[in-house]
């Protein structure tokens, strides 16, 4: 009998079997009362939970989708635009304002460190800017931005938008448009919020959608908060079909989340992360990410000396678990494992004691019981 498949990546993370049967329901027109009701408790939920004052769009479509619908509906063509960008999916901003046509400058950190508020605000002093981007955590590192700091930076700067990418953020990492001074945040369900792949989450803040007022007509249709804004506001107009069994889905995660609470949720996230980074480094993996900022949502984990990616990860899986590889100039040297979302203790206990095993499997002279010992203590307060 082979053992029952983990799937511990940065995303798409497990589902819940109670999210899972949300899907699976007899879909209905998208005008049917019910279906209506609940598509608005979603978005009012979403406005509530991550404090929004303005919009909430939940949309068929990617993280990607959403990051650029956070650029084309706040910058025209001959804005500014400064891009923080701390890893693989920071530098996805820099592409797509090549294919826009932006006036853009970047400040990169070195992977596993972020860029600091100050260079931030060093830079602002230097040229003005219609908007700011930071990927609050970049997958391919592992690293978590400082968007408070830096949102504190930008409240000095009145005509700047400051969008943020919490793909791999929202739900797991400590985020709130109100505190963080956010005026764009975006998401997908595949992440933290433990929803398959499928829908794209944006809020846009009332200086946001007064921004895209400002700007006339935009080039793009299907990424147009003014062909959107109509149905968020009423969910029971039409521009394009919804993602009816999605977005149950999606509202039954929040739910999800309301019972578990917001400030719960980041507390286990962080409880299981620091169990999860004592474990690696017990069993011999260092982490890419500085001390300072890592991430409570994933871990990437740079292989001990002696210890191949592709056999690494192939005998892991056999025993059960799937991680993702690297990117970038780390692929081949390392593997990232997701632990976000409704990843619960047994789950990444058991992902401990299947990396154990794939060790002593590629490497006879490992000994046994580093890693679970290590995670268990650190659980246990120890």
């Known amino acids: 009998m082979k053992n029952r498949k983990l799937l511990m990546i940065p995303g798409p993370t497990p589902v819940l079997r109670s999210i899972q049967d949300e899907m699976g329901r007899e879909t209905v027109a998208f005008g049917d009362r019910g279906f209506v009701s609940d598509f608005q408790c979603l978005l009012e939920d979403l406005k509530n939970m991550w404090s929004c004052d303005g919009m909430a769009f939940v949309i068929a479509a990617s993280g990607s989708f959403a990051m650029e619908m956070a650029l084309v509906n706040t910058l025209k063509r001959e804005d500014s635009l400064l891009i923080v960008s701390n890893g693989f999916f920071g530098d996805r901003f820099v592409e797509i304002a090549e294919k826009k046509g932006y006036d853009f400058d970047v400040l990169s950190a070195p992977w596993g460190e972020v860029v600091g508020a100050q ?37 000095g700067y009145s005509d700047i938008i400051y969008i943020v990418d919490g793909v791999c953020s929202v739900a797991g990492e400590p985020v709130d448009m109100k505190k963080d001074h956010i005026n764009v945040l975006f998401s997908g369900s595949q992440k933290a919020f433990g929803v398959a792949p499928g829908l794209a989450l944006l809020w846009a803040d009332r200086k946001s959608i ?151 499997t590629l490497s006879p002279s490992y000994e046994l019981g580093a890693g679970i010992t290590a995670f268990l203590k650190k659980l246990c307060g120890e």
């Open 119 to 155: 260079e931030v605000a060093d830079q602002l002093k230097k040229k003005k800017y219609a908007a700011v981007t930071v990927t609050h955590v970049d997958t391919s590192t592992g690293a978590v931005a400082p968007v408070r700091e830096i949102g504190e930076v930008l409240q």
């Open 210 to 360: 007064e921004r895209r007022k400002s700007i006339g007509e935009v080039m793009e249709y299907y990424a147009d908060y003014q062909k959107w804004a109509p149905v968020m506001a009423d969910t029971g107009k039409y521009f394009a079909t919804p993602a009816i069994n999605m977005i149950w889905a999606m509202k039954k995660a929040v739910e999800v989340i309301k019972e578990e609470g917001l400030d719960n949720r980041y507390e286990r996230h962080r409880r299981n992360a620091t169990a999860m980074r004592a474990a690696l480094e017990a069993m011999g993996f260092s982490l890419l990410a500085g001390e300072s900022c890592r991430a409570v949502t994933l871990s990437n984990a740079l292989y001990p000396e002696g210890i191949e990616d592709g056999a690494f990860r192939e005998e892991l899986e056999r025993q059960g678990v799937q991680v993702a590889g690297g990117l970038g100039a780390y692929a081949g040297k390392m593997f990232r494992l997701g632990h976000m979302g409704n990843v619960d203790e047994h789950e990444l206990a058991a992902t401990v004691c299947a990396i154990e095993k794939t060790l002593k």
